[in-house]
């Protein structure tokens, strides 16, 4: 069971990425939320996850300086970050993957695509 | 030249049925009418451009309940906009992503307006009006 944030501003596409988790089977325990990258910071400060999901369009800090962020902060750097973006281009997923990022699903993507994701990472942080 | 077309129709498909649990399932003959909510988004970068969404807001409130997973009567009408804007944003991407695989783009936050039948899309370059099991859909596209 994992502990998992869900960082996007738009509430529609948190409540779908909630959605999506079930949908998928992935056994997700507790599920917080945040508008942008630095409400997430602010919430991993006080409330340790076991994974991250994020958009990278948002308004203060976009998700490519939260993936910074994270990796530059020693009690979070371990903690995998899923970045799920409309942009579907490579160069911008090449980009985020080479800065940190665990996986990077385009929207639309499938449950099962973001289940498998959800559970190589989790082995991964805990094998 | 890729045909931007076939690039539209396989990115529509795509998002609707994996995000909307919706699909195409054909071309409504003619102009859709009466008033409608419309989605746009800009993009820059590798290509520049605008895309807009348009459809009767009855229409948009049964695609923003598959969406979010709710009964229709559950929806609120920020909700129903958001949802919009989510359409735009996301048809966007996945058509961009289609069109230059390598490309790098930014797509604008979704601008949300009521409008009158196809006016939105009239003026732009490609155009089509998708028949969905819920009502049409209209979507513009310019690439300049």
Same mark, same amino acid.
């Given at each position: 069971?994992?502990?998992?944030?869900?960082v996007?501003?738009?509430?529609?596409?948190?409540?779908v990425?909630?959605?999506?988790?079930k949908?998928?089977?992935?056994?997700m325990?507790?599920?917080?939320?945040a508008g942008?990258?630095e409400?997430?910071?602010?919430?991993?400060r006080?409330?340790?996850?076991?994974m991250?999901?994020?958009?990278i369009?948002m308004?203060?800090m976009?998700?490519?300086?939260l993936?910074?962020?994270?990796?530059?902060?020693q009690?979070?750097c371990?903690?995998p970050?899923v970045i799920?973006?409309s942009?579907?281009?490579?160069?911008?997923?090449?980009r985020?993957?080479e800065?940190?990022?665990?996986?990077y699903?385009?929207?639309?993507?499938?449950p099962?695509?973001?289940?498998e994701?959800?559970?190589q990472?989790?082995?991964g942080?805990?094998? | 030249?890729?045909?931007?077309t076939?690039?539209?129709?396989?990115?529509?498909?795509?998002?609707?049925e994996?995000?909307?649990?919706s699909?195409?399932i054909?071309?409504?003959?003619?102009?859709?009418a009466?008033e409608r909510?419309?989605?746009t988004?800009a993009?820059?970068g590798?290509?520049e451009?605008?895309?807009t969404? +348009?459809?009767a807001a009855?229409?948009m409130a /049964?695609l923003?309940?598959g %969406?979010? $997973?709710?009964? #229709?009567?559950?929806?609120?009408?920020?909700?129903v906009? +958001?949802?919009?804007g989510?359409?735009?944003? /996301?048809?966007?991407?996945? %058509?961009l $992503?289609?069109l #230059?695989?390598?490309?790098?783009?930014?797509i604008s936050?979704?601008?949300?307006?009521?409008?009158?039948?196809?006016?939105?899309?009239?003026h732009?370059p490609?155009?089509?009006?998708?028949?969905?099991?819920?009502?049409d859909l209209?979507?513009?596209l310019?690439?300049?």
């Open positions: 069971m994992a502990s998992i944030l869900i996007d501003d738009s509430s529609a596409m948190r409540s990425i909630k959605r999506i988790i949908l998928s089977g992935f056994e325990e507790t599920c917080v939320e942008d990258g409400d997430a910071l602010a919430v991993l006080s409330q340790p996850v076991d991250v999901i994020s958009d369009n308004p203060r976009d998700g490519e300086t993936l910074r962020e994270i990796a530059a902060d009690n979070l371990g903690t970050v799920v973006s942009d579907a281009t490579e160069s911008r997923a090449s985020l993957l800065l940190g990022a665990g996986a699903l385009v929207k639309p993507f499938q099962q695509a973001l289940r994701k959800l559970e990472l989790m082995e942080a805990h094998g | 030249m890729a045909d931007m076939a690039l539209l129709d396989q990115a529509a498909e795509e998002v609707l994996n995000m909307f649990f699909g195409v054909g071309e409504v003959p003619g102009e859709p009466g909510l419309c989605a988004v993009f820059a590798s290509s451009g605008e895309l969404v +348009s459809a009855s229409t /049964v923003a309940a %969406f979010l $997973g709710v009964e #229709e009567n559950e929806i609120a009408d920020t909700q906009r +958001s949802v919009a989510e359409l735009a944003n /996301v048809l966007c991407g996945a %058509f $992503g289609h #230059e695989p390598l490309g790098n783009f930014r936050p979704p601008r949300i307006t009521d409008v009158q039948g196809a006016g939105a899309v009239r732009m490609l155009r089509k009006y998708f028949e969905l099991m819920e009502g209209a979507v513009g310019t690439v300049n």
